[in-house]
């Protein structure tokens, strides 16, 4: 198995790839769009929501944690969630400009 040679790229390029990742999961999107649809910090349990096994939202929510896109308080037994705007917004403006470079198509490229 080889290993992941990260130290060859720039800091942005580990970045926007780790983003990406972590955001390259269906189950992390319906999370995500889940908590935005509340418009507010979620307590309820995602388990009945979205249909998974407690063991794998909670992977997921310690996924999208650790890129900071969520945020969790602890409130008695419960653990309430909420988009993290901040970085939220910092992503979008990442995934932007990703996206907004400019692209020449080649005469190679059918």
Known sequence: MGLTRSEIFNEEQNRLASRFKVLGHPARIAILQHIIDQKTCICNDLVEELGLAQATISQ?????????????????KSVCYCVEETIWKEIQTEFNAFFDQKVKVSSCCP
């Open 60 to 76: 997921h929510l310690k996924e999208l944690k650790q890129i900071g896109i969520i945020q969790g308080t602890i409130e008695g």
